[in-house]
């Protein structure tokens, strides 16, 4: 299983993004799916999460600024992003819960990161 992030890049302060995460590989299911940052010298901290129903879980620093959403039937997760500030530079990391095959348990995997830098 794979997750590869993409989207990221340079924008200007009150800008906006959109950060996509797709799931690969032998999936029988996807629960929790999210995004998670870091900054240098600074722990990896939760941005948002989607459960597999749409019910959502955001960071406070985050809210009313960025949605996440997720697409089952592609194994995506999005994250955009609207009125971004200099400190929302950081790497940003999807991760998801996936069960590979019936009756196996499920597991955590995180994608390579997608550096986000919010500078005018």
């Known amino acids: 299983v794979q997750l590869q992030a993409s989207g990221g890049g340079l924008v200007q302060p009150g800008g906006s993004l959109r950060l996509s995460c797709v799931a690969s590989?032998?999936?029988?299911?996807?629960?929790?799916m999210g995004w998670y940052r870091q900054s240098p010298g600074k722990q990896r901290e939760l941005v948002a999460i989607?459960?597999?129903?749409?019910?959502?879980e955001y960071a406070d620093f985050v809210k009313g600024r960025f949605t996440i959403s997720r697409d089952n039937a592609k194994n995506t997760v999005y994250l955009e992003m609207n009125s971004l500030k200099p400190e929302d530079t950081a790497v940003y990391f999807c991760?998801?819960?996936?069960?590979?095959?019936?009756?196996?348990?499920?597991?955590?995997?995180w994608g390579q990161g997608t550096q986000v830098t919010v500078s005018s």
């Open positions: 991760n998801a819960d996936i069960r590979r095959s019936f009756g196996t348990i499920m597991a955590n995997y």
């Open positions: 590989g032998r999936i029988f299911s996807i629960d929790n």
């Open positions: 989607v459960g597999r129903g749409a019910d959502t």
